[in-house]
C-alpha cells in the first residue's frame, strides 16, 4: 500500500478526529545576555526556581543558557502562549538582562568565561554539572552554547489503534508503536534537510564564536563570519556534534529500538583513548563522569530521538527498554529570530505533518551507504542550501534540492488535508508557505536576515541585539494571566524546596551514586520491548 492509499483509508476510518489530539511540546534555549550582549555570567535567577527540579525552566551546558518548556498539549495556541508566557515571566526576573534571539550565541569572549550550569549540592546535581564538565573538557565549550528548538510529538493511541489496524496487527501494543516510530525516525533523517533549508536561521556568526579557529567562513563585514548561501550553521560542520572519523565519536543504529538502545550502551560502556587523556576524577574534582565515548545518552548528538518519559534518575535507554517509544523529539529546528518566542504556528503545524508524513511513509533500514548520503545532505544544506543548483544525495544519485523539495511538499499535501480534515485549512496553508520558500529562496528565514542585514548596514551581532531588545520591550508589555502567573510562582518555590529534600536525602558519596546509576546501563538482560 503506497502513501496515497495509507492516507485515503486513514480518511475514511476517521483518522482526522485522533491526529487531532496527538500531543505537542515545545522546549526552546536562549542565552541570557547583558545589556550590551555579552554572555550574562550570573547566576540562575532564585525567583525562577531551581533548576535542577522545575518543569517549564531550566538551564542546559551553561548557568546563561535558559531552557523553556512546555507541557504536552493538542492545541498549537496553547503551546505558544505557554511559551510567551514563561519568557514574559522569566523577564520579570532578569533585571536588565537580554534573552538572545538567535541560535548562534552572543558575543563569549573565549570559552572559558562561559560558566557551566549548577544545580545545587546534591549528588544529583553534581553528576549533571561533571557531566557538562566533561562536554567541555572532550569538545570546548562555545560549542555548548549554541541555541536550539526541540519539537516533541506523540500520536494518540486511537490514532495507533487505527494504524494497526491498517497494517492488520490485531492489537497496536507497545512493540508495534515503537518499531512504527522508529520508521518515521529514519524518515526523518532521510529528509530532514528540508528542516534546515525551510527554517534555518543561522547563516551568519559573530566572528568572537570562532576565535582563534581555522575556518573557510566568509567575511560578511568584520565582525561576521558567514557562507552566502547557508541556511543553518549551527546544523553544519560548525556546529556540535561527535566526530566518528576522528575515533571519538559513534553512530546510532535505527534499524529498531533494540538495536539503538545497544548502540548507545556499547558507545558509554567503550573506553576512548582520546578521553583517557583527560582523566576521569583529578585530585578531588571529576573532570567528566568517564572516559568512554559517550558519558552518557544526552551525549549522542542527532537531529532526533526516540524518547520515553524517565523516572528519578532513570536512565534514557533503560526508560526507552523497559516501557518503549512515548514521544519523538525532532532536535534540528533552529530559533526563529523573527518571533519573539522562537518559533511560529506555521512552523509548529508543518513539524506536525512531518512527522506523519514520514510515519506513513515505507521506511526500510538505513544501510552504511544512505547514512553517509544523510549526513552529507545535512551538511551541504546547511552550508550551501540556497545556492542555485544545489544537488543533493539519494540512493547513490545526485538530485536536485528544490525537485526534491518539491517532490516531498507535493507527497505531504494529503498528510495536511488529514490533519484540516479538509482540502483547506491551517495545515494546507503551511504546506502553500513553504512551496514558496523552495520557488523562491529569498523568503527563507536565512535568506531574509542576509537581506535584512546587508539593508541596515549591521553585523549579525549588531542585528541580533536589536531583535533582542525588541523581544524583550514585547514581553514587558504581555499581560500572564494572573491565575498562570501564581501557578508560575507557586512552581517556583516548590522546586527550591524540591531541590532541598533531595539533598538533605542523599544517602551516598559521589563515587558510590555515580557508580549506581552507571550500573542501570548493564542490565541488557532486561527484557526489550522491541
Known amino acids: 500500500m503506497d502513501l496515497a492509499a495509507r492516507i485515503a483509508r486513514l480518511s475514511c476510518e476517521g483518522a482526522t478526529e485522533q491526529l487531532q489530539g496527538n500531543l505537542i511540546g515545545l522546549e526552546k534555549e536562549g542565552l541570557r545576555a547583558s545589556p550590551s550582549g555579552r554572555l550574562a555570567t550570573t547566576a540562575h535567577p532564585r525567583a525562577l526556581g531551581s533548576a535542577l527540579t522545575h518543569p517549564h525552566l531550566t538551564t542546559d551546558f551553561s548557568e546563561a ?3 523553556f518548556i512546555t507541557p504536552p498539549t493538542a492545541l498549537v495556541d496553547e503551546a505558544l502562549a505557554l511559551m510567551a508566557d514563561l519568557h514574559a515571566y522569566a523577564y520579570r526576573h532578569l533585571g536588565e538582562e537580554l534573552i538572545w534571539p538567535t541560535s548562534m550565541p552572543c558575543v563569549i569572549d573565549g570559552g572559558a568565561g562561559i560558566p557551566l550550569a549548577s544545580y545545587g549540592s546534591s549528588n544529583a546535581a553534581t553528576m549533571k554539572t561533571v557531566y557538562r564538565r566533561g562536554l567541555a573538557n572532550r569538545y570546548g565549550r562555545t560549542m555548548q552554547v549554541i541555541a536550539g528548538l526541540h519539537f516533541n510529538f506523540s500520536f494518540t493511541d486511537g490514532f495507533f489503534e487505527l494504524y494497526g489496524a491498517l497494517q492488520g496487527v490485531k492489537e497496536a501494543d507497545v512493540v508495534f508503536r515503537s518499531d512504527a516510530q522508529m520508521g518515521m525516525i529514519r524518515n526523518l533523517q532521510r529528509i530532514g534537510w528540508l528542516v534546515p533549508y525551510l527554517f534555518g536561521a543561522s547563516p551568519a556568526v559573530c566572528a568572537s564564536f570562532v576565535e582563534g579557529q581555522e575556518t573557510d567562513l566568509e567575511v560578511f563585514d568584520p565582525h561576521t563570519l558567514y557562507y552566502p548561501f547557508a541556511t543553518s550553521l549551527r546544523m553544519g560542520d560548525i556546529g556540535y556534534q561527535n566526530q566518528q572519523e576522528q575515533g571519538t565519536g559513534m553512530k546510532a543504529s535505527y534499524d529498531s529500538l533494540d538495536s539503538y538502545i545497544r548502540s548507545l550502551t556499547w558507545a558509554i560502556e567503550t573506553p576512548c583513548p582520546q578521553y583517557e587523556k583527560i582523566g576521569i576524577k583529578v585530585g578531588e574534582r571529576y573532570e567528566q563522569l568517564n572516559a568512554n565515548v559517550l558519558q552518557i545518552e544526552n551525549e549522542y548528538y542527532s537531529t532526533v530521538r526516540p524518547k520515553q518519559i524517565t523516572g528519578w534518575m532513570e536512565r534514557p535507554t533503560m526508560a526507552l527498554r523497559r516501557r518503549g517509544i512515548r514521544y519523538v523529539e525532532l532536535r534540528s529546528p533552529d530559533i526563529n529570530i523573527f518571533s519573539p518566542v522562537g518559533v511560529t504556528a506555521e512552523q509548529i503545524r508543518f513539524f506536525e505533518i512531518l512527522m506523519l508524513h514520514c510515519f506513513l511513509l515505507d521506511s526500510p533500514r538505513i544501510a552504511a551507504r544512505e547514512r553517509r548520503e544523510i549526513d552529507e545532505n545535512q551538511v551541504l544544506t ?11 544525495w539519494r540512493s547513490r544519485a545526485q538530485v536536485p534540492l528544490r525537485a526534491w523539495a518539491h517532490e516531498i511538499l507535493d507527497d ?6 488529514l490533519l484540516d480534515g479538509a482540502s483547506s485549512g491551517p495545515y494546507g496553508e503551511s504546506v502553500a508557505r513553504q512551496r514558496d520558500k523552495v520557488l523562491e529562496p529569498e523568503a527563507t528565514p536565512s535568506a531574509q536576515i542576509l537581506a535584512q542585514m546587508r539593508a541596515s548596514g549591521e553585523s549579525f551581532f549588531r542585528f541580533a541585539l536589536r531583535h533582542a531588545i525588541a523581544h524583550r520591550h514585547t514581553f514587558e508589555q504581555h499581560r500572564i494571566d494572573p491565575q498562570r502567573e501564581a501557578l508560575l510562582d507557586h512552581l517556583a518555590v516548590d ?28 542490565a541488557m538482560d532486561e527484557p526489550s520491548l522491541g
Open 412 to 417: 505531504m499535501v494529503g498528510c495536511a488535508e
Open 382 to 392: 546547511a552550508h550551501h542550501g540556497r545556492a542555485p543548483g544545489l544537488s543533493l
Open 495 to 522: 522546586s527550591l524546596a524540591r531541590q532541598a529534600a533531595i539533598e538533605a536525602a542523599d544517602d551516598r558519596d559521589f563515587d558510590r551514586f555515580l557508580a549506581d546509576y552507571m550500573a542501570q546501563g548493564r
Open 65 to 67: 543558557l535558559l531552557e
